[in-house]
């Protein structure tokens, strides 16, 4: 199909399609004639999943590169293409290192080593979880300065139901694009996930009180 078929098909414009092929998002296509190009099936799919990490996933174009060229590389472990995807989603200020003796760090430490979970130094949500543990002591929240064994619980289902998710795919490459799919879109939908439990319980705790008839 021609560039302009390509773009009714996938919903993105032409210059949004010779945009990603510049920045190497996407792979240019099969050249028919000096300023001809044939696309196909592939190059849809590719910009159905460049579109859901930009606009759903809220990455940059450079972080979707980084990205995409994850995905493009089965031959890494998972390990590696998840640290790829966690990093891509985590805010470079909140994830960023925290000072040695933060009490938070000592906090999510502790937690760690409660649950026996395997994880490495590097993984962005030890910083991210100390920094939010800190921050709850400044503001003076002490009842939400600490991870609840709910809180600890939960997690693990979740990262139990995404390695699941990830292990119904036999091709490697399918399972390296549901590791950062389902890692960078899955706290999108974490997140909305959270905001509708929470107004359900809300209503359970805090019933509204019928308004009083003049």
Do not use: C
Request: charged residues 20%.
């Amino acid at each position: 199909m021609k560039m302009s078929q390509l773009s009714t098909e996938s919903g993105v414009t032409v210059a949004s399609i010779k945009y990603y092929v510049r920045e190497g998002l996407l792979s240019a296509g099969e050249h028919t004639s000096a300023n001809q190009a044939s696309y196909g099936a592939d190059h849809i799919h590719r910009l159905r999943l460049i579109r859901a990490l930009i606009e759903v996933g809220g990455l940059s174009v450079a972080t979707a590169r980084e990205v995409i060229t994850a995905v493009d590389t089965p031959d890494m472990p998972l390990s590696w293409i998840f640290g790829v995807a966690q990093m891509a989603i985590s805010d470079a200020d909140l994830y960023s290192p925290v000072a040695p003796d933060s009490e938070g760090r000592h906090q999510v430490d502790e937690v760690i080593a409660r649950a026996g979970w395997t994880v490495t130094e590097e993984n962005p949500g030890r910083a991210g979880a100390a920094r939010v543990l800190d921050t709850y002591a400044q503001l003076g929240q002490e009842h939400l300065n600490e991870i609840s064994p709910q809180y600890v619980e939960a997690a693990e289902l979740i990262a139990q139901a995404d390695l699941a998710a990830v292990a119904r795919n036999t091709d490697v490459g399918d399972m390296a694009q549901t590791v950062v799919v389902g890692t960078i879109l899955g706290d999108a939908l974490l997140a909305s996930l959270r905001r509708i439990a929470q107004e359900h319980v809300s209503y359970q705790l805090f019933p509204p009180t019928p308004r009083s008839e003049a």
